[in-house]
């Protein structure tokens, strides 16, 4: 291999850069520069007419994806309803290389796709309550594997829902990212939370006194935050402190799984067709925690942003959103539209 092809393979692996100014992070990730679309897809396959015949996520298609990491049922001898594989197009590498003092560094850890279901739809409320606990058990169980490996700081669970939202194809899916380094949005929680113990405790409060209160399932509450980035955010707390979601019970799996397909059917009521997404916001893995007061104090939640209106120039540039409706015109009207 030439120099020039060693630094061309080089530059195609996912790595970290950061602004010298802000210390604001940047994942560099060319591959998913080519990831497809479904009408591209189609086209490539010569049939846009049956999605079996081209998408990838599919059940009988199989093949084009690379080997199940986790499925559900776990038996191979029986139909899937919930897979998780490999993501083709990866902003992560499994094992960095060590940079130099000048060079930016590998992003190291690991990328999956959770395929939701054996059928082409193209939303969560297609999928039974049963086969949605399932994809929410088995991203529990691969969320406990990812935080066995010592290279790993933190993971997430995240969807993107609709091409508003990020989503290239329409076959539900999430993604589940586990990296070798803490992001700021839980640096920044973390932070919060050394300042005041109390910090997931008094957003409960606050919400149940200011009416923001949209849904509860067991011990998990469903609520409208005081400064939602869009209207009808929502996001889905633990009542107890409860530091990492692949640690929670089989009943806060049931729990959130039913709590999404409600929050997802009554957002569809208020604005059909929105797109949105979501994210777990869990706490550092033990070994990248050093204050035993966070693990004891944290509540994981799931966030979910509707993507009513596009992040413009003075959101990107300052960092501050905007929004249209209230926290408690929003949670009103979520309540309103419960089935």
């Not at 796709?113 to 969560?124: A, G, K, L, N």
Request: hydrophobic share 40%; proline share 9%.
């Amino acid at each position: 291999m030439t120099a020039d092809q060693q630094d061309h393979s080089r530059r195609a692996i996912p790595r970290i850069c950061h602004d010298p100014v802000s210390g604001r992070p940047v994942f560099v990730a060319p591959q998913r520069g080519g990831k497809p679309d479904d009408r591209a897809l189609a086209a490539s396959l010569g049939d846009s007419r049956d999605p079996l015949g081209w998408c990838p996520f599919c059940a009988g298609n199989e093949s084009r994806t690379p080997p199940d990491l986790a499925r559900a049922p776990a038996d191979p001898a029986l139909p899937w309803r919930a897979r998780i594989v490999p993501n083709t197009f990866p902003i992560t590498v499994p094992l960095p290389r060590q940079a130099g003092p000048d060079e930016p560094r590998e992003a190291g850890g690991i990328h999956d796709v959770v395929i939701e279901s054996p059928r082409h739809d193209r939303s969560i409320l297609d999928v039974d309550a049963d086969a949605w606990h399932d994809v929410w058990s088995l991203c529990r169980q691969r969320l406990a594997v990812v935080a066995s490996l010592d290279s790993l700081a933190w993971a997430t669970v995240f969807k993107n829902s609709g091409p508003k939202a990020g989503a290239s194809l329409e076959h539900i899916h999430s993604q589940i990212v586990g990296l070798d380094v803490v992001p700021p949005a839980i640096d920044a929680e973390m932070a919060a939370v050394r300042r005041d113990a109390a910090t997931f405790p008094r957003l409960l409060e606050a919400a149940r006194r200011g009416g923001r209160i949209v849904a509860e399932r067991g011990d998990l509450v469903a609520l409208v935050p005081p400064a939602p980035r869009q209207p009808y955010e929502t996001w889905i707390v633990a009542t107890c402190p409860e530091a990492h979601f692949h640690a929670t019970s089989s009943e806060r799996v049931v729990a959130i799984a039913d709590l999404t397909r409600d929050l997802v059917a009554r957002l569809e009521r208020i604005a059909p067709g929105c797109h949105y997404n979501w994210w777990l916001h869990q706490a550092p893995f033990p070994r990248s925690l050093t204050d035993d007061r966070i693990a004891a104090s944290w509540h994981w939640h799931l966030e979910i942003v509707p993507r009513l209106s596009e992040f413009a120039g003075f959101e990107i540039g300052t960092g501050c959103h905007i929004t249209t409706r209230s926290a408690e015109e929003s949670a009103e009207m979520l309540r309103d539209a419960g089935g």
